[in-house]
């Protein structure tokens, strides 16, 4: 049986795609805007690149550079930068050169017409609201401003163009990845069908048949202590607190005065700053990687030594091949491994997309699913009522 044909929009390192290829899904062609990033893929494969701003090629341009005729893109797959979707920045939503990247890609797939799509973005992207409706989509002026407004508007447009969605926020640590990190994957089926959400095949106590999660340290503890050249130093306000804070502690594990001198206007900032003077654990999974490991707010600390992570550990949590070439200064290095999907979450939809391909799935297979797909609720396409919006529109039948 030969192989599914995918194209890969916004590709980054590729750490989405590897997982797709593992799976058992050929890419023909990434389409990736930054020139590190580009790079990156020339280094370690043979696969044809797009640098260019996605707004500026036509699919006719995707066809031709990936050697493929129209009908035998079988999958579209990429993850449009998610700065306007993420909880953490402006929210702008739509309202936002960065958000409507998504547009592009709902483009690509409604010229394209693949049998699938898989679409990764943030946690956000489930609430973000559209905030301003261009001419183009003024039916959807009635949801403007909606809570939520973006994920309806996605599942309109893409049912428009012919496809049943399924999707979910995913914890990347229930799928064999040694972290922490939480997003959304939109799947898309050609037709009336449904792709069923893949099972968590890890959990924290290894519960219901499930195995354990993989920890940082089952990851990073054989390889050697790295060259100066391959981390970040810490600040030197950093290092006069840090040799006080243990494995799997932060700042909160700091004397009330040396925490408030150690933390400066931050101590009385409101949250958890759980991220400040933060040394991670051997015997959990990591948290998040962000695309630089000393900022102050999200520091990313070895369990046991006086330095951030190296971009190898980075790499070896993010699941790349330790024989990946990465391009650029040690400050693109990182931002690539953090920015990128980790391996084990495209896997895990590539795996999926098969299966439902070779009529494996019936469709209902997450119905009695045991083990939460994140720690967060409401977060699924069964959860979240698509087709209620304000002032009586309706834009799901």
């Excluded at 519960?207 to 060259?227: H, M, S």
């Amino acid at each position: 049986m030969s192989k599914l044909k995918a194209i890969s929009l916004f590709s980054g390192a590729m750490g989405l795609d590897l997982g797709i290829e593992k799976a058992g899904i050929d890419i023909k062609l990434c389409v990736e805007l930054n020139k590190q990033a580009a790079s990156t893929i020339r280094n370690n494969t043979k696969i044809p690149v797009i640098d260019r701003d996605i707004t500026t090629v036509p699919y006719t341009e995707l066809l031709k550079v990936s050697g493929l005729k129209a009908g035998e893109v079988d999958l579209v797959v990429g993850g449009p930068p998610c700065q306007a979707f993420s909880t953490a920045g402006a929210r702008r939503g739509l309202d936002d050169f960065r958000g409507n990247v998504i547009i592009q890609y709902l483009r690509v797939v409604s010229e394209l017409q693949p049998k699938y799509f898989i679409l990764e973005n943030v946690r956000g992207i489930l609430s973000a609201k559209l905030n301003t409706v261009p001419e183009v989509y003024k039916e959807y002026k009635g949801i403007k401003d909606l809570k939520g407004s973006v994920i309806r508007f996605l599942a309109n447009e893409f049912k428009k163009f012919g496809y049943t969605i399924s999707f979910a926020l995913f914890n990347a640590a229930n799928y064999g990845v040694p972290q922490i990190r939480e997003r959304v994957i939109i799947f898309g089926a050609k037709g009336n069908k449904r792709i069923p959400l893949p099972q968590p095949t890890h959990s924290e106590l290894g519960l219901n048949g499930t195995e354990k999660w993989v920890t940082l340290g089952d990851v990073i503890n054989d390889l050697p202590e790295p060259l100066e050249s391959e981390y970040t130093p810490l600040s030197k306000r950093m290092l006069q607190y840090m040799p006080l804070v243990k494995e799997g502690e932060n700042w909160t594990s700091l004397e009330p005065s040396t925490a408030k001198e150690a933390m400066g206007k931050a101590y009385e900032l409101g949250g958890g700053k759980t991220g400040f003077l933060r040394r991670l654990s051997n015997s959990k999974p990591a948290p998040t990687l962000v695309t630089s490991p000393i900022m102050p707010a999200t520091l990313i600390c070895h369990p046991t030594e006086l330095r951030p992570l190296s971009v190898k550990e980075y790499a070896r949590v993010q699941q790349f091949p330790d024989d990946w070439e990465f391009s650029g200064k040690i400050a693109d290095i990182y931002k690539q491994i953090g920015n990128a999907v980790p391996v084990g979450l495209g896997y895990m939809a590539g795996k999926q997309i098969i299966r439902f391909d070779n009529g494996e799935l019936k469709g209902n297979e997450d119905i009695n699913n045991l083990i939460p797909y994140s720690r967060y609720k409401n977060t699924t396409d069964k959860d979240i009522n698509l087709s209620i919006v304000p002032d009586g529109v309706l834009i799901f039948d």
